[in-house]
């Protein structure tokens, strides 16, 4: 078990051996026939197949802590651990900022995730081989995806195989047909399945191949620099859209009532969103905890609409 402050993640190299034997692996550490090195096993770091099993079937638990400070992030960093501890098998202390880096917050469409996990692991043991790498471009990686592909995946999974499941079932249902709920499930499930397996396989395998030509092109530092610009319109269209914050007062002029937020959103629409995102960012720059933050953001946000200076 390793302890990080207030984080307490336990693992265990036996908790996906049950289900390891449905990609033929015999146990969790089951290895290639001799001669035969799978594309997803690793020399170095000790990785195999059972344990990108593991990664695949832990991604499936990636919303069972969903909360709104970290979203995902729990998930994220418990579907990957098998591989980081691998990685920094004998770095406690990079092991610990490696976990710190995952249990940041990530939010992203459940099915393309693996694919973001695999090329995740593969900049990890970039980041463990060069020391030169800067591990921030991890989550920078992260956090640039995020949009793009959950865009990708709503369109996909609830946008398309949703209603095309749904259609097709209710086919059946109308018949009387037993089997609806069934058709339901496959058509539904079936390309979710292949896009999480497939994907962590992709991500991991080209990923590495991706790494290695940034690396010999020098063009590590430029990708960074991309990825933290898109993470940055990113997380800017999320405050514009997620945090919604209005001022209703109204003053009069030459007999005509003008409203407040009107002037506001011509100075630049989404002020008060802005504004109230970067207070609480500098709280936390600060140190100030968390719950103190929440807890003012209640007491400042009611006192101000008793106030009737802003609204939602």
């Known amino acids: 078990m390793v302890e990080i402050k207030d984080i307490d993640i336990v693992s265990s190299d036996d908790d996906a051996s049950s289900v390891s034997g449905a990609f033929g692996q ?3 550490a089951s290895q290639p026939e ?38 995902e992030g729990l998930g994220f960093l ?26 940041a917050a990530f939010n992203m469409t459940v099915a393309p995730s693996p694919f ?62 037993p089997v609806a709920p069934l058709v339901l499930l496959v058509v ?17 395998t080209k990923g590495s191949s991706l790494l290695a030509s940034l690396e010999k092109s020098g063009h590590m530092k430029l990708f960074t620099h991309c990825a933290g610009i898109v993470g940055a319109v990113s997380i800017g269209a999320m405050i514009a859209t ?3 914050i209005s001022c209703p007062l109204t003053f009069n002029v030459a007999g005509q ?16 969103p802005l504004v109230a995102t970067l207070c609480i960012f500098f709280s936390i720059k600060r140190g100030i905890k968390t719950p103190v933050i929440i ?18």
């Open 34 to 71: 001799h001669g035969k090195r799978d594309i997803l096993s690793s020399d170095e770091f000790g990785l195999t197949k059972g344990d990108f099993t593991k990664i695949f079937w832990r991604s499936f638990t990636l919303l069972g802590s969903f909360n709104y400070e970290r979203m």
């Open 116 to 177: 973001v996990m695999g090329l995740t692991i593969a900049m990890e043991e970039n980041a463990k081989k060069d020391a030169s790498m800067d591990p921030a471009s991890i989550n920078a990686m992260k956090v640039s995806l995020m949009g793009p592909l959950s865009g990708i995946g709503d369109t996909f999974f609830w946008g398309i195989f949703r209603i095309l499941a749904c259609s097709l079932a209710l086919g059946f249902a109308t018949q009387g047909n």
């Open 78 to 103: 418990y579907s990957i651990m098998p591989a980081l501890r691998k990685i920094y098998k004998d770095d406690s202390e990079g092991l610990k900022a490696a976990m710190h880096r995952h249990i």
């Open 295 to 312: 807890l003012g953001i209640i007491v400042v946000g009611f006192a101000l609409g008793v106030l009737g200076v802003i609204a939602l």
């Open 188 to 204: 539904f499930n079936l390309p979710n399945f292949l896009t999480r397996w497939f994907g962590l396989r992709i991500g991991y």
């Open 242 to 244: 997620l945090v919604v």
């Open 257 to 272: 009532d003008i409203l407040m937020q009107d002037y506001l959103d011509q100075i630049l629409p989404g002020l008060l």
């Open 26 to 28: 015999s146990g969790p």
